[in-house]
């Protein structure tokens, strides 16, 4: 009969296996020729007290900028998503100055911008297909906010069968208020989207560690 002891250590050492096993099967590399997608880095985000009154992540768009340089750098594939709302007085409609993307992450001749007006960047796009004919089956996804339109497009890159790594300090959000009126802090929504996607529908990680691997 094992002891106590030793069925720590079978149990230690089947979490060690485990997480090398994951770390075998999710690698990332330039090799892989993985995608960029950059969701709805617009200046419409900008105006704080429109979506909450408070947000997270400050540096996000740093960081996002930051791998925008790297995949240039490495002549890698990048789509810019916007978001187009319906709504007229949305901060984000083709008509408010909002629309426009952010300056630190501007395409440039060459990018494919990617207009949606719902929450997923694949829903009434052809992403799917411009990714498909560019064979590529990895995406890293940064962008805002985390738990709207980064974590529709993240769950539904999932459910396509991309390998997806979704950037938690290169993505970000804002305060949300509760059914019955609790104030929910900017972070709090964000860890708890984060903690909804990792390991179902993508692998979270950081802007370091892609640039360590890219």
């Not at 590399?29 to 400050?58: H, T």
């Not at 996002?64 to 594939?77: C, D, F, G, V, Y």
């Not at 630190?104 to 297909?129: C, W």
């Not at 590529?136 to 805002?144: D, E, H, M, Q, R």
Request: net charge negative.
């Amino acid at each position: 009969m094992e002891t106590k002891q030793q069925k720590e250590c079978c149990a230690s050492l089947y979490k060690t296996y485990e997480d090398l096993n994951k770390l075998i099967q999710l690698s990332i590399s330039k090799l892989d020729r993985p995608a960029l997608i950059l969701i709805d880095i617009q200046k419409g985000f900008d105006n704080i007290e429109y979506w909450g009154r408070e947000r997270n992540n400050v540096n996000a768009e740093i960081n996002a900028s930051e791998l925008l340089k790297i995949w240039r750098a490495n002549n890698l594939p990048i789509y810019h998503i916007k978001h187009c709302s319906s709504i007229s007085t949305s901060m984000l409609h083709e008509t408010n100055v909002g629309n426009e993307f952010k300056d630190l992450v501007s395409p440039v001749e060459g990018e494919p911008i990617i207009k949606k007006n719902v929450n997923s960047a694949f829903i009434g796009t052809d992403l799917k297909e411009q990714l498909e004919n560019a064979k590529i089956t990895k995406l890293v996804i940064v962008g805002l906010t985390t738990d709207h339109c980064v974590s529709t497009t993240t769950r539904m890159a999932g459910n396509l069968g991309y390998e997806t790594y979704l950037v938690s300090d290169a993505t970000a959000t804002f305060n949300k208020k509760g059914i019955d009126g609790q104030n929910y802090s900017a972070q709090l929504i964000h860890e708890t989207a984060l903690a909804s996607l990792n390991e179902e529908f993508a692998t979270v990680v950081t802007t370091d560690f892609i640039k360590q691997n890219i």
